[in-house]
Antibody, heavy 122, light 106 residues
Framework: EVQLVESGGGLVQPGGSLKLSCVAS????????MHWVRQAAGKGLEWVGR??????????AYAASVRGRFNISRDDSKNTAYLQMNSLKTEDTAVYYC?????????????WGKGTTVTVSS | DIQMTQSPSSLSASVGDRVTITCRAS??????LNWYQQKPGKAPKLLIY???SLQSGVPSRFSGSGSGTDFTLTISSLQPEDFATYYC????????FGGGTEVEIK
């Protein structure tokens, strides 16, 4: 079965850190770009960032709102992508989805996880 | 950054109606435009990629068109399961989503 399963969400204080994981199965993880997309309660979707495959030098890119605070990595041997979130702010509170794309240019996200909830609050 | 503006932000329609949602980019993005459907409490689902290509398994009543800065998603005959929120997303320069269009039952 093709799926992505996120974990690691929870409650964290402002200024704190949290690391999310995303385990993939049912498709060739190593050849896919992996993205993180978030959604605050009652709001729209916001792309957070992505990491390309080894063949594309594991290139990363981030939205301006998280650049310098968040870092995306991957372990192809474990079929797992990660989102390290540092210096968290209350506005980072959201459901975080892991997704994948396998087209270099069009970057359409055809597989999504169910999401994990991150709450930043004191 | 490229901004994506969807209109309307919400609409009310009846089963069987033809529905059109518009997405406008702040600069030309060629056909680097994808559409998603999201139902409450669920992850988004890919409908259309590269502006007009139908994702496998998606009903043919969904179609997309446009190039440059103006794009449309059309549902030719609205079905009960189509009541949801729809998002456009550009991939010309990094990725950006539109604000969403909620399709409600009239």
């Amino acid at each position: 079965e093709v799926q992505l399963v996120e974990s690691g969400g929870g409650l964290v204080q402002p200024g704190g850190s949290l690391k999310l994981s995303c385990v993939a199965s049912g498709f060739i993880f190593s050849g896919s770009a992996m993205h993180w997309v978030r959604q605050a309660a009652g709001k729209g979707l916001e792309w957070v960032g992505r990491i390309r495959s080894k063949g594309n030098s594991y290139a990363t890119a981030y939205a301006a709102s998280v650049r310098g605070r968040f870092n995306i990595s991957r372990d192809d041997s474990k079929n797992t992508a990660y989102l390290q979130m540092n210096s968290l702010k209350t506005e980072d509170t959201a459901v975080y989805y892991c997704t994948r794309s396998d087209h270099y240019f069009y970057s359409y996200m055809d597989i999504w996880g169910k999401g994990t909830t991150v709450t930043v609050s004191s | 950054d490229i901004q994506m503006t969807q209109s309307p932000s919400s609409l009310s329609a009846s089963v069987g109606d033809r529905v059109t949602i518009t997405c406008r980019a702040s600069q030309s993005i060629s056909n680097y435009l994808n559409w998603y459907q999201q139902k409450p409490g669920k992850a988004p689902k890919l409908l259309i990629y590269a502006a007009s290509s139908l994702q496998s398994g998606v009903p043919s009543r969904f179609s997309g068109s446009g190039s440059g800065t103006d794009f449309t998603l059309t549902i030719s005959s609205l079905q009960p399961e189509d009541f949801a929120t729809y998002y456009c997303q550009q991939s010309y320069s990094l990725l950006t989503f539109g604000g969403g269009t909620e399709v409600e039952i009239k």
